[in-house]
């Protein structure tokens, strides 16, 4: 049989992986799946993901692909698949593509989420998925931040080292289409970005500075002068990976 390519849709909780990217000697969720599919399909595979996930970082949406010579239908890779997988990974659809798909290369945008709490006391059963911190902060000044990100910007003060992944050429400056706070409880909100690319750590380290805002410690118009900066130096702490969610990675507008 021809080379067929496989469309994954997953989600997975990354509290024991040391992120999506495949590593010799530590665990990881790319490794992971592709042992699973190695199994089931009886071939060497390497999986190609929509973009990497740091440590401990979730998904709800991530989506991959893979290339093999396998005559397994598309529900056979679903059901066999998650029958090889640990349960903090899941297949939620497979569909065969054509073979000039790539998750990362055919992405036009993706959506992250970050989840934060001001609770006094922080739930047990949130702690893998909520970043706590103190004091309150003010949900007016958070989302006014938000609205600043807005549009194309140069995100140099938002990046991590080593994060541009050899893309070069548009260096830090990426789009964002939207950016939102959601309220989802008395303390406890939502960041929602969708953009056309992320820097690594740029959700986390934005998060880091907006709470300073909200809790009074700099003020919107600081972080509008951060964001035009472009130094890493004069920004907020990195938010922790626990709250961060790839969301969705989209493909159509």
């Not at 999506?20 to 993901?49: F, Y």
């Not at 973009?51 to 679903?78: E, K, Y």
């Not at 054509?98 to 006094?120: I, M, V």
């Not at 953009?195 to 959700?203: I, K, Q, S, W």
């Amino acid at each position: 049989m021809g080379e067929r390519t496989f469309k994954l849709l997953l989600a997975y909780d990354g509290t024991r992986y040391q992120g999506w990217q495949r590593q010799a000697d530590a665990p990881t969720v790319q490794g992971t799946l592709e042992a699973a599919l190695a199994r089931l399909t009886g071939e060497a595979v390497t999986v190609h993901g929509a973009g990497r996930t740091d440590s401990g970082v979730h998904a709800l949406g991530m989506t991959a692909h893979f290339r093999t010579h396998t005559s397994i239908p598309a529900h056979g890779v679903l059901r066999g698949g998650n029958s090889l997988l640990p349960s903090d990974i899941r297949l939620l659809a497979v569909e065969e593509v054509d073979n000039t798909f790539h998750a990362r290369y055919s992405a036009l945008s993706k959506t992250y989420w970050y989840q934060l709490s001001f609770e006094p006391v922080l739930l047990p059963t949130r702690r893998l998925y909520w970043a706590h911190f103190q004091p309150v902060a003010d949900p007016e000044r958070m989302a006014a931040c938000l609205a600043l990100l807005q549009g194309t910007h140069d995100f140099s003060s938002f990046e991590a080292s080593g994060s541009r992944s050899g893309d070069e050429r548009r260096g830090a400056v990426r789009t964002i289409y939207a950016a939102r706070l959601r309220q989802m409880a008395p303390a406890r909100f939502r960041i929602e970005i969708q953009g056309d690319g992320f820097l690594r750590h740029m959700v986390r380290n934005i998060v880091g500075t907006v709470v300073e805002v909200g809790q009074g410690r700099r003020s919107v118009a600081d972080f509008r002068e951060v964001l035009a900066a472009r130094d890493r130096r004069l920004a907020g702490p990195t938010a922790p990976a626990r709250g961060l969610f790839l969301q969705a990675v989209h493909y159509g507008r």
